[in-house]
């Protein structure tokens, strides 16, 4: 099955840096989402960009389908930005729906 | 109002007991999903349903059941409940559309499980 590795797994930053977080996936895709992980567990979707670029206040990314992987920008990073994103992908040949997610990435900000 | 809501959030049972953990969802999707999360891990799917009458295996269904009662509820049952079901439980779902559609899936705020 398609493999979807993300990079790096734990990151920890002083409040207003940047940072950018890497998805690597082993076959074609026709879905993407990046979700974040707030401590209290819920997923909240961040973006669905299966390709191209997308931004949305602080945060942004980008799929290069054809490189097979995408990147999650987050700028001037704030407490609030704590906790694990996820970058989940459906596989290119499928419209099952089937989500496999990564391990995710934990990022701690700290004040 | 919440568009995917999951009931209960929380729940501590035993083991051996049947439990059911219910997903409504009022964003007129036809496709549900049910995940399980265990600590420090990824999602990973454990049934998905297209529509009422379709019900389908995912990656780790084993010890489970669904039941999809109507377009707008997707339930999950442990039929006899062991320690290593204890985890995170997250109901989804998503629009339907050709391959490369926008199929955007949307996650309820979970239940969290444990099987004592």
């Known amino acids: 099955g398609i493999q979807v590795e993300q990079s790096p797994p734990d990151l920890i930053l002083q409040e207003g840096a940047n940072s950018t977080l890497r998805c690597n996936f082993s076959d074609s895709v026709n879905n993407l989402q990046w979700f974040h992980q707030n401590p209290w567990g819920q997923l909240i979707n961040l973006f669905y960009?299966?390709?191209g670029t997308k931004q949305n206040g602080r945060l942004s990314a980008t799929t290069v389908a054809t490189e097979r992987y995408s990147l999650l920008y987050i700028s001037s990073s704030q407490t609030t930005d704590s906790g694990v994103y996820f970058c989940?992908?459906?596989?290119?040949?499928?419209?099952?729906?089937?989500?496999?997610f990564g391990q995710g990435t934990t990022l701690q900000v700290k004040p | 109002d919440a568009d995917v809501t999951q009931t209960p959030r929380n729940r501590i049972t035993k083991t051996g007991k049947r439990i059911m953990l219910e997903c409504s969802q009022t964003k007129g999707h036809d496709r549900m999903y049910w995940y399980r999360q265990d600590p420090g891990l990824g999602l990973r799917l454990i049934y998905y349903?297209?529509?009422?009458?379709?019900?389908n295996k995912g990656e780790i269904s084993d010890g489970y059941s669904v039941s999809r009662q109507a377009q707008a509820k997707f339930s999950l049952s442990l039929e006899s409940a062991i320690p290593n079901q204890t985890a995170l439980y997250f109901c989804a779902t998503s629009d339907f559309g050709p391959v490369g559609s926008y199929n955007e899936q949307f996650f309820g705020p979970g239940t969290r499980l444990t099987v004592l």
């Open positions: 349903s297209f529509d009422v009458k379709d019900i």
């Open positions: 960009i299966p390709s």
């Open positions: 989940a992908v459906e596989r290119g040949s499928s419209n099952t729906g089937k989500l496999i």
